[in-house]
């Protein structure tokens, strides 16, 4: 029916028979223009019942889909379910065999995806028989150095090798038993191209900071290697995953109330208690990973292996994490796999200096940028970058103890054009054909298996906004393997009510029939009335829309309500009521809409020292029982709506 060109096969190498790294088409992408429902023709309803899962077998050769719970290599499960998806039968043969392709590849030259997403103990500064191991990948590099603190920046004492893969290594043995490169000390890799020399941030640098007193200065990377001694110990074990995740999502930059980013300790001792007495068992938090633009709120990454350091340190983050396992909160984290900051000086941009495309963890030409983020496209079709990438999923689980992942920007990855100027209507043939990005179909496959196979209750949930079929459909079975979907085109009917419509244009079936219940029933989706970026990117939250101006006056527990706020009010536990009852297998709430947050305007215009993170113009998310600034009727009522739909968790 179709046939994509493949890019991961073998190809001979001088050195070994390594694959060498290849180029496909590919590509990701922002929100799309157009967000439509899921056609109601195109719902599958069939009734859920359990399955077993039993793996996919395959040839010596890895270019045939073997048998899978007795089907042959020609059928699905998935046909049976959706007979639909069976006139795609060749594209969803061509990507399974890829995905098959690809992993033994891993299996034959790393030992398989477990010892392969083990990068991080490689590349980066390592401890190893005495002496620190600096690795990294920079193929088009003539020479390079390690520099930094501990060699007064001068590296002509330690020039590194290259070997026939592009990685750059250096050995660099203990002084007097302790390492020659302090704890927290500043580092950098030097190295030249094309006569020039340059400076840049360890691509698996663990811990990046930034010189506070100067505006607008770059981040410098910072070797984090505590003694044993100092190192953060986890005293909690993970909980068990919920069978209903109820997932406040959250921002510790903005979830303080000081004219400065709040603190992972902070976050932990005083909102995690409430989150846990009000019946949430799950946290899903943004802006992990180090970025230097804080407006960005974490979704311009420049360093994909460092915590950002505006919060604290990693073992900040540890405390944080352990603290929510004590409480049985999980904890989710949002992972931006789908671009890199265009940040040269001090992100992952650094490393493109105009090399051939399987040089590079980007896509070159037009097509290594994202038109509507301005992100650098990742080539997923490199050996490296799948290192990078799945490593990075290994690190930030096995260090930090996290119990899953939202993959932000699916969209983008999933598609050549990255999504941009689509209007997804449903039809099948939008999702499977030649636009697929099936390098980074590939790609989330692969994660997806990992994630599962090293730890079964892990949760991992996608964001994407074109309705791709499939994508939470088992890895095993054809599928890309994500436990839920968020439920994305819900707020955005909310926003086109308050908006555009008056109270008696309101539609319950549209509200019902076409958004909440329109959903392929196999699939989890996670529910939710507003997403951020209507809270703090650049529009206006659901209160601000029902009340107006008077949010920020005819809030007071001291003073009547006026029409508005009561109309307000009601309407908005009205609006989480109807979403909790029939919008999906999981709940979400972004952090302050339970104070109905009057976030606005003001937060995307930054201004020093972080006061974009806590304007005046807002109602503060970390309310305690002495301020009088909000009617607590609100939060109160909306606790009890979690009682009175999860009564058998308290």
Known sequence: ????????????SAAADRPAPGIIAGGGGKRLSVVPAVPFLLRWSWPRKAKSRSSVSVTARGNKIAAANGYGSDHLPMYDLEPKLAEFKDHFNYTMKR?????????????????????????????????????????????????????????????????????????????????????????????????????RIPAWIRYATVTASESGAPYDGVHWDPPTSERYVFNHPRPP??????????????????????????????????????????????????????????????????????????????????????????????VVHSHASNNVIDGLNGYDVGQSAHESYFYTGDRGYNKMWNGRMFNYANWEVLRFLLSNLRYWMDEFMFDGFRFVGVTSMLYNQN??????????????????????????????????????????????????????????????????????????????????????????????????????????????????????IGSKTM??????????????????????????????????????????????????????????????TPSDKCSFLSSSKQTASDMNEEEKVLNYTIFSQGTCLNHLFHSYTL
Request: aromatic content about 12%; hydrophobic content about 40%; overall charge negative.
């Open 1 to 12: 029916m179709l046939c994509l060109s493949s890019s991961l096969l073998p190809r001979p």
């Open 99 to 199: 995905y098959l392709e690809q992993k033994l590849l891993i299996e034959k030259h790393e030992g398989g995806l477990e010892e392969f997403s083990k990068g991080y103990l490689k590349f980066g500064i390592n401890t190893e028989h005495g002496a620190s191991l600096y690795r990294e990948w920079a193929p088009a590099a003539e020479e390079a150095q390690l520099v930094g603190d501990f060699n007064n920046w001068n590296g002509s004492g330690h020039k590194m090798t290259k070997d026939n893969f592009g990685v750059w290594s250096i050995r660099i043995s203990h002084v007097n038993g302790k390492p020659a490169i302090p704890h927290n000390s500043k580092v950098k890799f030097r190295f030249r191209h094309d006569g020039v020399w340059v400076e």
């Open 241 to 334: 995953k919920p069978d209903v995740p109820r997932i406040y999502e959250a921002h510790v930059g903005v979830s303080g109330g000081k004219l400065e980013a709040g603190t992972h300790r902070e976050f932990a001792d005083n909102v995690l208690p409430r989150l846990r007495a009000t019946t949430y068992n799950t946290v899903q938090l943004m802006g992990i990973m180090e970025h230097s633009d804080a407006a960005s709120f974490g979704y311009y990454v420049t360093n994909f292996f460092a915590v950002s350091s505006r919060s604290g340190t990693p073992d900040d983050l540890k405390y944080l994490i352990d603290k929510a396992h004590s409480l049985g909160l999980c904890v989710l984290m949002d």
């Open 419 to 536: 999504g941009i100027n689509m209007s997804f209507t449903g039809n099948y043939k939008e999702y499977f054909g030649l636009d697929t990005n099936v390098d980074a179909v590939v790609y989330m496959m692969l994660a997806n298996h990992l994630m599962h196979k090293l730890y079964p209750e892990a949760i991992v949930v996608a964001v994407d906004v074109s309705g791709m079929p499939v994508l939470c459909w088992p890895v095993d079975e054809g599928g890309l393997g994500f436990d839920y979907r968020q439920a994305m085109t819900i707020p955005d009917r909310w926003i086109e009510y308050l908006e555009n419509k008056g109270d008696q244009q309101w539609s319950m079936s549209s509200v019902i029939s076409q958004t909440l219940t329109n959903r392929r029933y196999p699939e989890k989706f996670i529910a939710y009335a507003e997403r951020q970026n209507h809270s703090i």
């Open 543 to 604: 209160a601000f829309l029902l009340m107006g101006w008077e949010t920020y006056s005819g809030m007071s527990a001291m003073e009547p309500d006026s029409p508005t706020i009561d109309r307000g009010i009601a309407l908005q536990k009205m609006i989480h009521f109807i979403r909790m009852a029939f919008g999906g297998d999981s709940y979400l709430k972004f952090m302050g809409n339970e104070y109905m947050n009057a976030f606005d305007q003001a937060v995307d």
